[in-house]
């Protein structure tokens, strides 16, 4: 992430609103995932690699790749939206490319189109280890911003 | 699951054979889900509520309802796989029809078309209270049958 | 179509809409295709089989088999729709699950659930013969209800 | 096109196979598309505007749209395979994302992932008018390769 500098980030009541966001899911907290870069329009989620994450070869399964993957892409969608609104994922298609191992997975969001009602991501998860980093996972998935609900 | 009989089911040595698998999964064990039924092309896969599968507004995290669904339709595929084989997820789409609600999630894997190389899966996921059942998301999936891995 | 009786059809005001608004579509004359049965929630397209419509190897072409299938999926999304709106796709996937052959194809839309904004489908193509209707098509549809555009 | 070198072409013998290939496609033809570029793991087709394309608010209808879309993935992917074989698209996902307008459609279909039985394109569709390209539409496909059968 050394490449990124200070005027790729969201503004700082973008950043403090996602990671808020971020820390209420609590699926996020126990896979192990954490947020490690909020632009506008495009999200990193980093998970490191435990056994409890593994599916029948000891891989990671794919429904944590999608999880993160998902998760990636709505908060992508989310550092466009308005304050007071909330994001919601209407939908998503993901191919497994690859064998997703290495260290850790970094999935990556990016908004492709912002409309006024639904917005659609791309999203893109890397198996990383030492030595390289491998497309592991490429999908699509709409989203819908929507009211933020009176407290 | 009352009404299902006996003969709904699969053989013992599929069920055997898909239930030594599923154990292997550290994510399914991780997240708290249980295979409950195995019947020739389809399985059903239960997870219970719990503060560690939530998103942000305290419903079932996309990942979790996704991760059972992608699991229930490999197994649903799997069970019409002959001996030494296995069975690997190409890809899946799945749209999030309402909030992921209830004391606990089934996921339901059923084979919509079964060939020599590729399967094609229907994915459902209710939301089940104590007096409903909700269909909360609906997807379709394709698998890929591969020879397995000499030991 | 013989076992579905006078009930299972659309108002006469729906379906006069829907047919209006199909009949202003281009491209469904060029291909040949026909509307057979608009019911609530559910629409059926037939398209008779003729060599402008082929892929290379002198089947269906998977661009003709889609057309039909995203077209009943919008009108079957449509006949649930108030007066006054539009109906747009947002997106679609489809697995192509035999080689579409036949003397004519019969699309069928089906909602899934329907929302005050957006509505799911599911799509099913079957390819239909003197002897047999085959499954050769299944997809997922999400669709967008607008306000018609005034004139 | 014009920034696009000779060394950005397929083979001719590639370039070849691919032309008499689309050549048969009773569908392209009828539709009035052709095939603009043909480079390794990329093809661009190009569809003009004609009220014969038109969905019901005159835009080119998403059938079109998906149409050459799905067709330049197909051929994208069939620049990679070894002569004696045919590609099949399995599935693909599209999101309509702009109403489809301009003077032409240029589909551009790219690989992303070949594999031994298996490929993974991405789909573009682009609005072309005498001023703008806009994205229209954007997809992910999955592919199969299968021996050419004997004749």
Chains 1, 2, 3, 4 share one sequence.
Do not use: W
């Amino acid at each position: 992430m050394g490449e990124q500098t200070r005027q790729d980030q969201a503004s700082p009541e973008v950043r403090e609103r996602i990671r808020a966001s971020f820390e209420r899911q609590g699926l996020m907290a126990h896979l192990g995932a954490r947020i490690t870069h909020i632009a506008p329009g495009r999200v990193h989620i980093v998970l490191p690699s435990r056994p409890e994450l593994t599916q029948q070869h000891g891989y990671f399964h794919a429904g944590a790749t999608s999880a993160i993957a998902d998760t990636a892409g709505g908060y992508a969608a989310y550092t466009l939206f308005p304050d007071n609104t909330e994001v919601l994922t209407v939908e998503y298609k993901i191919n497994l490319l690859a064998p997703a191992t290495g260290d850790h997975l970094e999935a990556v969001g990016t908004v492709l189109k912002s409309g006024r009602t639904l917005t659609v991501c791309q999203l893109e998860v890397f198996g990383v280890g030492s030595e390289r980093r491998t497309l592991v996972a490429n999908g699509q998935q709409t989203l819908i911003r929507v009211a933020r609900p009176e407290r």
